[in-house]
Structure formats: C-alpha cells, structure tokens
C-alpha cells in the first residue's frame, strides 16, 4: 500500500506581521508521521490549526537562520517539552543550527526551567539534538521516506532546500534564493514544489533584498523546465509592502503564463494530498 502524504502550509508570509499570514512554517505528513519544515511566528498555532499537536513533533527541518524562519523554535521546543513530548526532538539545519539552538533554549530561560524541574519536569528531555549540515545529500532516511538536501544562495548566509522522496513521490521545499541550475535540477520531476515568491521581477529590483529572491518568471522557468507537476507559492513579502492582497493572486497568474502545471497561491492552512 502506498504511504499517504499529504502538505500543509502553516504560514504563508514573511518578516511583516501580517495578521493573515503566519511567519514561514510547513509540515509534510508521510502516513503519521510529521515532518516540519522552519517553524516562523506563529507555527505552532497553525501545528494546532492543523490538528496536529506540538509534542507530537520530533523532526524540525531549518532552511536558514533568517529570524523569521526560526522565530517560534524556542516555543516548539518547551511547548513541547512541557507537554510531554513522547519521542526525542531532532533538529536539522545549516551550519550554526546547534549554536543557534543550544543560546536560545537554555541560557534564557532559566528561571523558567528551574521552576517547572522543581514540579516534576524532566530537563534531560528538554534539549533537541541537532544535526548541523555540512555535506549536501540525503540526510534523513527513515519510515519509508528519504530527506536529501541542497546548498542554495541566500543573502551570503548558510541556507538550504529540502527534497523528500517517499517512493516514487517527491516534494520540494525550499526556503528563501533565487533560481539556479543545481536548484532545478534539485527540483527534477517533482509533484510538489513549495517555493517563496517574494514579488514580481519590478518590485524586488526596487528592494535592496530583492536580489536574495524569487518572482514569478523565474519560478515559472525552473518549475517548467524541472518538469514539476504542482507548485505552491509562500514567502508572500510583496502584499505586506504594498497593502495590496491581490499581489499575491497576481503573482500566481503571472507563473500560469509561464507553467503549464497547477499554481497554487499559499494561505494559511493551504493542505494538499500528493497521490
């Protein structure tokens, strides 16, 4: 029998605090088992949206340590924590994840840890164990699924794409950079490609950021020439700048010109099923 998979969109925006959009946060479920990609302001509320509880959790996947990619994480790991998480945390990351993990956990929160081991908490179950990757590759390979990953170019910072092959099914998801040549081939006959697209070509010339990110053409090229079968578009900065919400329904029109395959425009809670 074939694994069920199925995506869910838990934040759909940025940096800007959009009271419609959660901060960049995913989740990939192969059967029951949850993968996290980033975990953004708010990732917990929509885990919770989701129906899927925070303990329950135990592999969180960063893209990069861009805050508003990893804002929530001290948050998942004592909600966690404290509910009783059932199996260990592990966090994977890139270069100076463990870093970032092991200064945000403990050294603030010490009051607080000190008071709930006074009540019976167990600290040894507190702290996440962290993978740092250095090698691009598969880095996770369990449950009948496989995690490789891929070094992309974002703000001159460590930064990465995840692929998750789960038999013949395949899922990108990427985290904040432009288009490349290993990045589409990365991408190659996908189902699912969950990408940012930050704005349209004009509007991220006119950013000094704009060059860390994606527009709609170049999405529709990549996508079309990895021959990608869905794409989901996130990371929707442009609408937060503008104060216009139909940037974002624009900028899936604007990859339709370009890409035969469905475009899906990211909302929070977006959930598809890959068969």
Same mark, same amino acid.
């Given at each position: ?6 995506? +869910?969109?838990? *934040?759909?925006? /940025?940096?800007?605090?959009? %009271?419609?959009?959660?901060?960049? &946060?995913?989740?990939? =479920? @192969? ?85 709930? +081991?006074?009540? *019976?908490?167990? /600290?040894?179950?507190?702290? %996440?164990?962290?993978?740092?990757? &250095?090698?691009?590759? =598969? @880095? ?136």
């Amino acid at each position: 029998m074939s694994a069920r998979i199925r995506f +869910v969109l838990l *934040g759909s925006g /940025a940096v800007r605090n959009n %009271p419609r959009r959660g901060g960049p &946060a995913q989740i990939l =479920v @192969v059967d029951d088992h949850v993968l996290m990609f980033d975990c953004g302001r708010s990732a917990c509320t929509g885990l919770a949206r989701a129906g899927v509880p925070a303990e329950t959790v135990d592999r969180l996947l960063l893209t990069h340590l861009h805050f508003d990619h990893v804002t929530d994480v001290p948050y998942f790991v004592f909600v966690g924590w404290n509910n009783g998480r059932a199996r260990p945390l592990r966090v994977y990351g890139p270069t100076g994840t463990a870093q970032f993990v092991e200064r945000i956990v403990r050294p603030p929160f010490e009051q607080d840890i000190t008071s709930r +081991v006074g009540h *019976g908490k167990d /600290a040894s179950l507190l702290d %996440p164990d962290v993978v740092d990757v &250095a090698a691009q590759g =598969v @880095v996770v390979e369990e449950r009948g699924y496989r995690v490789s990953t891929i070094f992309t170019e974002h703000a001159g910072m460590p930064s990465l794409a995840y692929r998750v092959d789960v038999g013949d099914r395949r899922v990108v998801i990427t985290g904040d950079g432009p288009p490349s040549p290993a990045l589409t081939d990365f991408c190659r006959d996908s189902d699912l490609l969950v990408s940012e697209c930050s704005g349209t070509a004009e509007f991220l010339a006119a950013q000094p950021w704009g060059a860390w990110h994606t527009n709609p053409q170049t999405l529709a090229a990549m996508a079309t020439e990895a021959n990608v079968q869905r794409v989901v578009i996130k990371h929707l900065v442009m609408e937060d700048i503008t104060g216009d919400p139909r940037d974002s329904v624009r900028m899936g029109d604007a990859i339709r010109e370009g890409y035969g395959g469905e475009v899906l425009v990211g909302e929070d809670g977006l959930s598809v099923d890959i068969t």
